[in-house]
Each structure stands twice: as C-alpha cells, then as structure tokens.
C-alpha cells in the first residue's frame, strides 16, 4: 500500500472529479490517502458557503490525518533555510506539507511546482504524483 498525502491543489481536482484523485483517494487496497492541517486550512479558506465547509468537514471522519511533530518544524525551518540560500522562497504551508510527508514516507499527490522545486533543490527523494 502506498502512503500518499494529497495536497490541497489536489483536493481542488478531486472536488472537480478527477479520477486520477479519486482512485487515490478511496481505493484503499492500493493506496492510503491522508491529509495534515496546513491543507484543511487552504481548503476551507477557499470554500464559499457554510454547507460546503460543513460537509466537507464531515467528508473528513474517515481519513487519517497526519499530526505536526515538532520535529517536522525543526526540519521544515532547516529546509527553509537551505533553500533560501539557494534563493528559493516556498510558502510555509507547502514547506511544512512536504516536511510532513518526507518524515511520514508518503508521497504527495499535488498540481503545485513547489514539491518538485524542493525535491530537487535538497536532493531529497520524496515521491511527488501529479495528478
């Protein structure tokens, strides 16, 4: 089974139907799809009504969602730095998103540049899926 953290831009296509997300999302034999707060947050910021909100926050009762260790914000800020010395600027939310899921061994299932742009400026070796 593969751990995969699906990233907000994600989540957006998923709500679209895209059936890429979708497999990722309920075929559990396969794959394990999880969330961390930093993409609960983004995707209820962009909601527009309270319906959508509150069933979305319901949708979230059965999907595993990764805690934020202290750990990961140590990396994360060490991350950060390393990649600002090499004039990279990411937002936090996707910094801490990927320091997540490196420390989780999950993949990120996303549409967003800045996974690839991090893998590649630290050499680390987090699968990133695009959907």
Not at 15 to 33: C, I, L, Q, W
Not at 40 to 62: A, C, N, V, Y
């Amino acid at each position: 089974m593969k751990n995969i953290l699906i990233d907000t831009s994600a989540w957006v296509e998923y709500f679209k139907g895209n059936p890429t997300v979708a497999a990722m999302v309920h075929d559990r034999e396969t794959y394990s799809a999880c969330i961390v707060g930093p993409v609960i947050t983004e995707l209820i910021q962009g909601m527009k009504t309270e319906r959508e909100k509150g069933s979305f926050i319901d949708s979230l009762e059965g999907l595993p969602r990764l805690r934020i260790s202290d750990q990961d914000w140590f990396d994360a800020g060490i991350f950060g730095a390393r990649l600002r010395d090499k004039g990279i600027i990411v937002p936090l939310a996707d910094l801490i998103i990927y320091t997540v899921a490196r420390n989780n061994h999950c993949s990120i299932c996303t549409l967003d540049k800045h996974f690839k742009i991090i893998n590649t400026a630290l050499g680390t070796k987090v699968d990133i899926l695009s959907t």
